[in-house]
């Protein structure tokens, strides 16, 4: 059902785990199928230094996560933003079609953790 | 890969076994006939498969006449449920459980958007239906009951005697779909006064799309199909010979090997549910008792059931799960819902099915790898233990 791509960041998932000193965390998940993700980035001058996951979900959605991962570190965050949950199903080199829903959760966390890390940077801007 | 594979979901199918096989091949080579020819060629095939239906009729305590080889329990449903509700004139009322396989649900469900009225009733926390709610749920135009022997995926077992008895008691048909029990517990057909029952040959180390229906003489529902007129007419179509031939081969031997056979799985599932058990935050779905021999099914909590099910089979290990990513739709299982679990816990199950070929070994080795399985994929959750 899976390409061996997608089974092996099942196996062996990149960057699993908190972040202890993260600078945002992006929480994101389905009501549907109830799978959660919460993602942790580290920024340093505007750019992804260290990043980490945690998923709650099938196989394809915590694939999806450690791809994500892989694929944002070292990135700017203008960069990160142009990421989409199509470029990480394509990085794994496709998912079965009725998967590709699980796979949505990636990028919509990580679009959030920069979020909430650029509304931070606004507020500490401003006090 | 690992070189181990131990396969425990027979809910889902069975290996045929050797001594089925070995029944059926000369009936895809030399005994080619068709069973209505006048030829000798054709002869032979027909005593064949009358042979077989006395088998079958005779493993179930049922007359040969009784008898109707389908493709398998879906078919035998839809022949059931649709064909009671063609002969019945104008709109009836239907009365059947909410965790149905969706061999009965979903037939229910397009009988109702055809005019007809359907009720669905609850089951309790483990999955058992009240007796009583049938027969409150009875009206003057309820002209069916179909309410599955064992759940395919918690295993509990219903009441079929005492569902029985109300049914004969109003005079309403009462069917039953049994293909989670025919070949694992004793079926008698006369104590559970059932007047329809369905059954699938590859759930009991038979072939695949091969079944059969049992109809009590006297009982009249119109066709679906028309044809040449095999099996009474009901399920026209030239007969699937080896398929019979096979199934009422399996349906001999397993129902021959029941009583040992009970004692057997119960204790290997038993023994397992106990060692899932003693891991952390694990639930068990389904009767604790009241269950099929060989069906365990468990939620472990903050993790998903695909995800689970993946990593099992990386050591070989083959199970199932009621998890919505496991079924191609986004909703968890019709059944684990019925039985209050949240959406959670619901995609957290995991069914072991366990039959015939496995041994204490395989449980052990089972229980071996999945608290490492659980564990790494908790590691691996967002999902915390509350408090």
Redesign the interface.
């Known amino acids: 059902m899976?390409n061996e791509k997608v089974?092996d960041h099942?196996?062996n998932?990149r960057n699993?785990?908190d972040l202890p000193d993260a600078d945002a965390v992006g929480?994101t998940g389905s009501f549907?199928?109830?799978?959660?993700?919460?993602l942790y980035i580290k920024v340093k001058d505007e750019r992804i230094v260290d990043v980490s996951f945690?998923?709650?979900?099938?196989?394809?959605?915590?694939a999806s996560s450690s791809m994500l991962t892989e694929i944002v570190k070292g990135k700017t965050l203008d960069e990160a933003m142009q990421v989409t949950n199509q470029d990480v199903a394509e990085q794994l080199g496709g998912l079965p079609p009725?998967?590709l829903?699980?796979s949505n959760l990636a990028a919509d966390a990580l679009h959030n953790a920069i979020a909430e890390y650029r509304k931070k940077q606004e507020v500490a801007g401003k006090g | 890969m690992n070189s181990r594979e131990v396969y425990m979901d027979h809910g889902a199918t069975t290996p045929v076994r050797e001594e089925v096989l070995e029944a059926m091949l000369p009936f895809f080579k030399e005994q080619y006939g068709n069973p209505s020819s006048v030829h000798s060629k054709g002869r032979e095939v027909r005593n064949a498969v009358e042979e077989a239906r006395e088998k079958t009729a005779s493993a179930l305590g049922a007359s040969p006449g009784e008898i109707y080889f389908t493709s398998g329990g879906t078919e035998s449903n839809n022949i059931v449920l649709r064909g009671a509700a063609k002969k019945h004139e104008g709109f009836g009322h239907i009365i059947t459980s909410a965790i149905e396989h969706h061999a009965v649900l979903d037939v229910c469900r397009d009988l109702e958007k055809e005019g007809h009225r359907v009720t669905f009733l609850p089951v309790d926390k483990y999955g058992r239906l009240d007796p009583s709610t049938v027969e409150d749920a009875i009206t003057p135009e309820t002209f069916i009951i179909s309410i599955m022997a064992a759940n395919n995926e918690i295993g509990t077992l219903q009441p079929l005697e005492e569902i029985g008895a109300i049914a004969a008691k109003h005079n309403i048909m009462f069917h039953t779909d049994a293909v989670q029990v025919v070949g694992q517990l004793p079926v008698d057909l006369k104590k559970m006064q059932v007047d329809f029952l369905s059954l699938s040959a590859h759930k009991f180390n038979g072939p695949k799309g091969v079944g059969a229906l049992y109809k009590r003489k006297g009982i009249k529902i119109d066709p679906l199909y028309r044809g040449g007129g095999q099996e009474g007419k009901l399920r026209p179509g030239t007969e699937n010979v080896p398929g019979v031939i096979g199934l009422a081969r399996a349906l001999e031997l397993s129902v021959e090997e029941i009583p040992h056979k009970i004692n057997t799985l119960q204790s290997l599932r038993d023994k397992l549910i106990e060692g899932l058990l003693k891991i952390d935050e694990v639930v068990l779905n389904g009767h604790p008792e009241e269950r099929l021999p060989g069906n365990v099914n468990v939620s472990f909590k903050?993790?998903?059931?695909?995800?689970i099910l993946?990593?099992l089979d990386?050591e070989g290990i083959a199970a199932s799960s009621g998890?919505?990513?496991?079924s191609?739709s986004?909703?968890?299982s019709h059944v684990l819902s019925a039985i209050g679990l949240d959406?959670?816990t619901a995609?957290g199950s995991v069914r072991f099915s366990l039959g015939r070929g496995n041994s204490e070994t395989d449980i052990d080795y089972v229980l071996e790898k999945v608290p490492a399985v659980v564990d790494r994929l908790r590691?691996?959750?967002?999902?915390r233990r509350s408090g």
Do not use: W
């Not at chain 1, 945690?54 to 915590?62: E, K, R, S």
């Not at chain 2, 998890?323 to 496991?326: E, L, P, V």
């Open positions: 899976y089974v099942f196996n998932p699993v785990g929480e549907k199928c109830g799978d959660t993700m919460k945690q998923t709650y979900g099938c196989g394809a959605a915590i009725l998967k829903h699980c | 903050y993790i998903e059931g695909e995800a993946l990593s990386m998890s919505a990513c496991s191609g986004l909703d968890p959406h959670q995609h590691r691996i959750s967002p999902i």
